[in-house]
């Protein structure tokens, strides 16, 4: 039997690629062949997922963080030119010293694009997610200018809300990155006051990373569903076609799994190719009937543990052994 380990991030616990490693350990030990491919949907750990799959090089630069602070970020170059730049290596919540949605920048992000840029020579994938930021990504479009014209774009959005209004980038994603309600109010006068925006508002992902899909979509960018991208970048349709059994999961699994997640798409794709798939979370707050779910007994601190076992179950118990 081959089952595929693709679990996505398990926030502040475990990266996709250690839950990966974790994950097929156990479906070995069951008598499983196991294969780590791991999945994410434009946040962190983005690039290193496609990491895992692709051959490519590292690269590193020296960046403005989301509160001023100079952090060194990586970008990944791929081996046919094209760059993953993640922003949550630039400004992401892990890099900030404290929560200040009003003075949280973008720059870092445009920084690190400009660096991937100067060495890439194809595409560049903007994973867009986890950030500190909710500036529209005001910061970005003032270091980047005109350093990225005629570059092809794509970024990859972990949510599809608009820039504006009650599922907007400030109302929706505000709160969580330390905004009152009379922060919230401020920050959205601020991005619906960017006449660069305007355009891009409604697009769906513009609201992605504080703004900054419809920051990256006035400099060009396609927006493009980060799940499905990622996917696409591990070749992860075929894989599943080739197994027997898809282990995923992440953190806590509610109603956004199913709205462009990535342990949603994997369960979609699995679906669509006739492969078993199991869903696994550390918390379970949806239950959608068609969709065969485990919840992980302990807490964080035991979650790989948790995951080792949950392979050794599934493989015992489709290959028959008690």
């Excluded at 990966?20 to 949907?41: K, M, Q, S």
């Excluded at 601020?190 to 409604?202: K, N, T, V």
């Excluded at 035991?302 to 080792?308: E, F, Y």
Aim: hydrophobic share 45%.
């Amino acid at each position: 039997m081959l089952a595929l380990a693709s679990p996505a991030s398990l926030k502040s616990v475990l990266k996709p690629v250690e839950a990966a490693l974790a994950l097929a350990a156990g479906l070995r030990e069951g008598g499983a062949e196991a294969l780590e491919l791991p999945v994410a949907d434009g946040g962190e750990g983005t690039a290193e997922v496609i990491a895992s799959a692709r051959e490519g090089r590292w690269g590193e630069a020296e960046v403005m963080g989301p509160l001023g602070e100079r952090v060194r970020a990586r970008y990944l170059v791929l081996e046919d030119g094209s760059a993953v730049v993640e922003a949550a290596e630039a400004i992401g919540l892990r890099l900030a010293s404290r929560l200040d949605p009003l003075a949280a920048s973008s720059r870092g992000l445009g920084e690190l694009m400009l660096a991937a840029a100067a060495e890439a020579s194809g595409p560049i994938i903007i994973g867009l997610g986890d950030t500190a930021t909710v500036d529209g990504g005001a910061g970005l479009l003032g270091v980047v200018g005109d350093g990225l014209r005629g570059r092809a774009l794509r970024a990859a959005c972990d949510v599809r809300n608009p820039l504006l209004g009650e599922r907007g980038a400030a109302r929706a994603f505000g709160p969580q990155k330390g905004a009152t309600p009379e922060i919230v109010d401020e920050l959205e006068r601020r991005a619906a006051a960017m006449e660069q925006l305007r355009p891009y508002a409604d697009l769906p992902g513009a609201g992605a990373a504080g703004g900054i899909g419809a920051a990256l979509a006035a400099l060009g960018a396609d927006l493009v569903s980060g799940a499905e991208l990622v996917l696409e970048q591990v070749g992860f349709r075929d894989a599943a076609r080739a197994a027997d059994l898809v282990v995923t999961g992440e953190g806590t699994v509610d109603r956004s799994s199913f709205e462009g997640k990535a342990p949603g798409e994997v369960v979609r794709v699995c679906a669509e190719e006739g492969v078993r798939c199991v869903l696994f979370g550390g918390r379970i707050l949806e239950w959608p009937d068609s969709v065969e779910i485990y919840e992980l007994p302990s807490g964080p601190e035991r979650t790989a543990d948790d995951l080792v076992e949950l392979g050794k179950k599934l493989a015992g118990a489709e290959l028959g052994i008690a």
